[in-house]
């Protein structure tokens, strides 16, 4: 009888069990379907070398890094000093993911609303900014800037599940010198 028992709950866990039958090779396969999917819908052109002028819809492929797109919406203060190593960058950012529920807000922070993001720039082990901001900063060079960036789960925020979700940030930074 014990064996019985053994074996029904074994066949119960089994059939239970969700469908683990996509890899993480598959699931990048995915998230580069959907940000094609988004440059598409939003009539995006991809560009390969940084213009003098932006197009409105004038995205830079970022060399080096996959499905990952920068689009500059304002330069700033270009009178100021620009970023440096180092410097406490406070950020503004609104969040869209690309996933199930595409082009929705999953965060948002903002000047007057509270609690903006603050961390040091190219200080990868503060958790408080993923790659992908500090890529984005670097071109954004100076204090005011504003931009949109297309960025996949590698330079992204990623949780203990290991999600491959893109997503759009809208991004806005000024440089807090002493």
């Given at each position: 009888?014990?064996?019985?028992?053994?074996?029904?709950?074994?066949?119960?866990?089994?059939?239970s069990c969700k469908d683990?039958?996509?890899?993480?090779?598959?699931?990048?396969?995915?998230?580069?379907?959907?940000?094609?999917?988004y440059i598409k819908r939003e009539g995006i052109n991809i560009?390969?070398?940084e213009p003098t002028v932006w197009g409105e819809?004038?995205?830079?492929?970022m060399e080096g890094y996959d499905y990952f797109y920068y689009h500059l919406s304002h330069q700033g203060d270009t009178n100021s000093l620009a970023v440096k190593d180092g410097d406490q960058i406070v950020l503004r950012y609104r969040q869209f993911s690309l996933d199930a529920y595409a082009d929705?807000?999953?965060?948002?922070?903002t000047d007057d609303g509270g609690?903006?993001?603050?961390?040091?720039?190219?200080?990868?082990?503060?958790?408080?900014?993923?790659?992908?901001?500090h890529l984005a900063i670097k071109q954004m060079k100076y204090s005011g800037s504003e931009c949109r960036i297309i960025c996949p789960s590698k330079l992204g925020f990623s949780n203990a599940n290991y999600s491959v979700i893109p997503y759009v940030f809208d991004l806005s930074f000024k440089i807090k010198r002493h």
């Open positions: 009888m014990k064996k019985i028992v053994i074996l029904l709950l074994g066949v119960v866990t089994l059939c683990n039958s996509s890899t993480y090779s598959s699931d990048l396969k995915k998230e580069k379907a959907l940000i094609n999917e560009i390969n070398e819809k004038d995205f830079l492929a929705t807000i999953s965060y948002w922070t609690y903006p993001v603050e961390f040091r720039y190219l200080n990868i082990s503060d958790t408080k900014a993923c790659t992908a901001w």
